[in-house]
């Protein structure tokens, strides 16, 4: 199914379009991290139909070194990424709007 190590992004939940690391699997879900959200000591149960597989990070990038290592790997691939601004995928509370321009996000309340 997953390897670690297998980059996803995640394309349903409240995570939706982020990079994520895929660390292990449990009871037919993955467990994802990001390094910054969801840290390694603190994995996040993924369905795997709600990601999509991108590349493969060698564990040793990441797995001795931490969260710093894993969270600039995915830096990494998010910039080789040629349609991930297209998509409008910045960081949380931004968003693209069609204009090309940032806007931060306004809550109703």
Same mark, same amino acid.
């Not at 997953?2 to 394309?11: A, I, K, L, N, P």
């Not at 603190?42 to 001795?64: D, F, G, I, S, Y």
């Given at each position: 199914?997953?390897? !670690?190590?297998? @980059?996803?992004?995640? /394309?349903?939940?409240?995570? =939706? #379009?982020?990079?994520?690391? @895929?660390? #292990?699997?449990?009871?037919?879900?993955?467990? /994802?991290?990001?390094?910054?959200?969801?840290?390694?000591?603190?994995?996040? $149960? =993924?369905?795997?139909? $709600? @990601?999509?597989?991108?590349?493969?990070?060698?564990?040793?990038?990441?797995?001795?070194?931490?969260? *710093?290592?894993?969270?600039?790997?995915?830096?990494?691939? *998010?910039?080789?990424?040629?349609?991930?601004?297209? !998509?409008?995928?910045?960081?949380? #509370?931004?968003? =693209? $709007?069609?204009? #090309?321009?940032? !806007? =931060?996000?306004?809550?109703?309340?």
């Amino acid at each position: 199914m997953f390897e !670690q190590g297998t @980059v996803v992004r995640s /394309v349903a939940g409240r995570d =939706k #379009g982020y990079l994520l690391c @895929v660390v #292990g699997e449990e009871s037919g879900c993955i467990l /994802v991290c990001d390094g910054k959200e969801r840290p390694l000591q603190r994995p996040k $149960h =993924k369905n795997p139909r $709600h @990601v999509e597989r991108l590349a493969q990070v060698p564990a040793l990038t990441w797995e001795l070194r931490g969260n *710093q290592a894993l969270r600039k790997a995915l830096n990494q691939i *998010q910039s080789q990424e040629p349609h991930s601004a297209a !998509q409008g995928i910045l960081s949380r #509370g931004t968003t =693209k $709007h069609t204009t #090309g321009e940032e !806007q =931060k996000c306004q809550s109703p309340i």
